[in-house]
């Protein structure tokens, strides 16, 4: 069965792209008769807030953009995520690490995703969790995927990211490990998200294959900018937001190249349209896009 789910980080209101893919992942969702969840990404509580999740819904609402079953929120998995960490810690492939970020700023390269980390704690057998992270070690063969939209997908983990964090020094559970264990729980089939994430998708296959997870079918849709910036919910960017929207959908549907209705059809009748036509090919292969040039010609 098709399960898709929409997974916000409730940082700022929806911006244009984050709704780009709320659109997208719910018409692939519906053509293929499937489920279309919403997850609320809210394990960090320093940058998510209860009104930014209320905005997000009502943002939703307001679009017709209806989820199935019940809202999922990652803040009331905690126990489930240390149940995965436990099992994790018996595969003794995860280790404590107490290195700063400003020790890791000094002394790494930069990566494909932020510092490279060098593997300095790997072996010292630090035993206290408190204030310290745990990483994963990760080896040497590279991960490959074939991504719905931006093709086949190859990454070394080792040499592009090194041991990465699978919980916080704060304690948090790191976004990497979650996800994994949510969409496993939810059995997510499909996952439409922004191009940002596709380095991070080598990490997320790299745990389900340790954990013995399902395969999940990627695809990561460019991601937006606006006069050479790009688009961010903590940014408070609202570029189109506050028109009509019948007007978002449209210029969405135009983003991601589809065939258009009427633009004087009704909202429900662009909706049943949009969900009708639906061909997630005609999306361009790109990583990004400008929207400069498509607000010049609409
Ligand atoms: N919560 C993430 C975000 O808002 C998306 C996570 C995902 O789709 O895996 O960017």
Redesign the pocket.
């Known amino acids: 069965m098709y399960i898709g789910r929409f997974?916000?980080?409730p940082s700022g209101r929806l911006h244009l792209g984050?709704i780009m893919i709320a659109i997208a992942s719910f018409l692939d969702a519906r053509l293929n008769n499937g489920l279309w969840h919403l997850k609320i990404?809210d394990l960090d509580s320093f940058r998510t807030k209860q009104k930014h999740i209320d905005q997000i819904k009502a943002q939703l609402n307001e679009l017709n953009l209806s989820w199935d079953n019940e809202i999922i929120y990652q803040s009331r998995r905690v126990e489930r995520y240390e149940y995965f960490l436990n099992q994790l810690k018996k595969t003794k492939k995860t280790y404590i690490c107490s290195c700063s970020r400003k020790k890791i700023l000094e002394e790494s390269e930069s990566g494909v995703d932020g510092f490279i980390y060098s593997g300095f704690c790997r072996d010292m057998n630090y035993k206290n969790e408190e204030n310290n992270s745990i990483r994963i070690s990760v080896n040497d063969e590279p991960i490959i995927f074939k991504d719905g939209l931006q093709g086949e997908y190859k990454q070394n983990i080792n040499n592009e990211i090194g041991d990465f964090v699978i919980k916080r020094s704060d304690n948090i559970f790191s976004?990497q490990l979650a996800?994994v264990i949510d969409d496993h729980i939810d059995k997510t089939s499909h996952?439409i998200?922004?191009s940002?994430?596709l380095e991070s998708t080598p990490r997320q296959i790299y745990i389900q294959r340790i954990l013995g997870f399902k395969n999940i079918n990627y695809t990561h849709l460019p991601t937006l900018s606006y006069r050479g910036r790009k688009l961010s919910k903590s940014n408070g960017d609202n570029y189109l937001i506050e028109t009509q929207p019948k007007n978002i959908w449209l210029f969405v549907l135009k983003l991601l190249n589809q065939t258009l209705p009427a633009r004087n059809s009704s909202l429900e009748s662009i909706i049943e349209f949009a969900i009708k036509n639906w061909d997630i090919k005609r999306i361009k292969q790109r990583r990004f896009i400008e929207i400069d040039d498509y607000i010049r010609t609409s």
């Open positions: 997974a916000p980080t984050s990404d976004y996800v996952i998200r922004g940002d994430l």
